[in-house]
Nanobody, 125 residues
Framework: QVQLVESGGGLVQAGGSLRLSCAAS????????MGWFRQAPGKEREFVAG????????LYADSVKGRFTISRDSPKNTVYLQMNSLKPEDTAVYYC??????????????????WGQGTQVTVSS
């Protein structure tokens, strides 16, 4: 099993940047596919970005492509989401997710078995 703890959320003006971190417990972190999802009030949870266990593959939602970057530091058991050029529509609770049994980076939340508690990101206009 793995436990996930997100941090780095906050309030930022449009055009600004934030870096989210997701610290994972467990010795097999490097074997997990990791994903970032977000959920705005009244909306379904949506995929933002994902990264393969080896970091060889990444996947982004079209809405964040070119603005967000996902990365992982396996020795530190941490995955990051660098968010640049933030927009008010990026406002949401951001969740880190993990699963050890994915052959590809999945964009459906149901494919991930482990979740963090979420961190709030608010972008003001």
């Amino acid at each position: 099993q793995v436990q996930l703890v997100e941090s780095g959320g906050g309030l930022v003006q449009a055009g600004g940047s934030l870096r989210l971190s997701c610290a994972a417990s467990g010795r097999t972190f490097s074997a997990y596919t990791m994903g970032w999802f977000r959920q705005a009030p009244g909306k379904e949870r949506e995929f933002v970005a994902g990264i393969s266990p080896s970091s060889s593959s990444t996947l982004y939602a079209d809405s964040v492509k070119g603005r967000f970057t996902i990365s992982r530091d396996s020795p530190k058991n941490t995955v990051y989401l660098q968010m640049n050029s933030l927009k008010p529509e990026d406002t949401a609770v951001y969740y880190c997710a993990a699963d050890p049994n994915l052959w590809i980076i999945e964009s459906m939340p149901i494919k991930y078995n482990y979740w963090g508690q979420g961190t709030q990101v608010t972008v003001s206009s």
